[in-house]
């Protein structure tokens, strides 16, 4: 009989510190965990032997370590900063080393300052579970009022800044307290926001750094790294712009089906793949995250999987994964469609999930609360069951 490809299983762990342990991983059913080193400051090499400590300390849960999430890319890779081919160097030499520990897929993202911004992390659903949230009028008083980035006006039209204005002065100190805090939280795996100096301080770098000269700047990176990697045997997996736009002024290079053409082309090594995330290429309308698997499926070395649902605002909340603007089902199909014929699997993992029952009371890494997630990765798998039966 014919072997069946599934996807591979997987939950994000954020290490040691993380309070949702490898113990409660291993009961969501999963096989893998998807992790990083985050202790290593960015930049600075992986050594083989924190590594394999690493793995080790997985294994004894009874699960596995292929997907890196993040070798996260040093600022002065992204702004060409002098003394920037070292960091690349560096890059070079944790390559080798994850290789080395049989490591297969790296993931990284090359969006500026800033990974990934929500402005409400706790949003109340009328269940009483909590998700996560981004209010454009909140980030947009945020940029203007409160963090004062200069020039921040030229991004919105008179009308909007009038009208945001307005909004800023009816918000309570407490709501913007509550922005404030989510909008720096910027690092995965770090529960220290950024202050707002050191986000204007490496605003300033970017000042001019074109969306065009980001983009040649990734390029040139990936020139670099790609052929070590295909040569290393691992697949490179880009995780694209989360919001899929620019935000505080910074261009973002990575948000749409054009991007994801222009890399490819620019960049053909088999090595340069994508982290195919639908929630984040979800929240733009302009975005069909299934049409775009159907085009570069083929470059997928690793899955998000979740949902998000936009309003006419153009805030957008994380939806419970098979509900939201993305056809989950449709989506699905494809991916087991893909797995079939190029004969792999393909690692995945449920990404967020909301807040609810018995995790509301604890401090979890936003989004990465235990319960929500496993309701997610259940979801999820029941749904991969379904479509595979389907096709059979
Ligand atoms: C958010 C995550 C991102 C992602 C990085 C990949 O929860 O999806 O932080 O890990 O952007 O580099």
Known sequence: MEKKFRLQQSMRWYGPGDPVSLQDIAQSGCTHVVSALHAIPVGEIWPVEAIQKHIDQIKVAGLEWTVV?????????????????????????????????????????????LDWVRTDISYRLPNGSEAL???????????????????AEKDYSPEEVKELSDYFKKMSEERKKYVFRNVLLGLPGSDVPFTPEQVLKLLDQYKDISRDQLKQNLI???????????????QLAIHPDDPPY?????????????????LMTAVPNKANGLCFCTGSLGARPDNDPVNMFKKWGSRAYFLHLRNTKRD????FMEANHLEGDTDMFAMMSEIVALMQQEQRAIPMRPDHGHKMLDDLGKTTYPGYSA???????AELRGLEYAVHNIKS
């Not at 070079?92 to 049989?102: E, F, I, P, T, V």
């Not at 949230?133 to 020039?151: E, H, K, Q, S, T």
């Not at 620019?246 to 222009?262: A, F, H, K, Y």
């Not at 006419?312 to 805030?315: L, R, T």
Request: aromatic share 12%; glycine share 8%; with cysteine.
């Open 69 to 113: 999430e993040s070798l996260p890319v040093h600022e002065d890779i992204k702004s060409q900063k002098e003394g920037f081919n070292t960091w690349i160097a560096n890059y070079k030499k944790s390559l080798h080393n994850l290789a080395q520990c049989g490591l297969q897929v790296i993931t990284y993202n090359f969006m500026p300052v």
């Open 133 to 151: 949230l981004f209010n454009r009028f909140d980030y947009a008083a945020f940029d203007l009022f409160m963090l004062r980035r200069p020039g």
């Open 220 to 234: 040139y990176f990936l020139q670099e790294i790609a052929p070590v990697a295909e040569e290393l045997g691992l």
């Open 246 to 262: 620019s935000v505080l002024g910074l261009p973002r290079i990575m948000s749409t089906e054009q991007d994801i053409q222009n």
């Open 312 to 315: 006419e605002n153009g805030h």
């Open 371 to 377: 319960i929500g997630r496993l309701k997610g990765l």
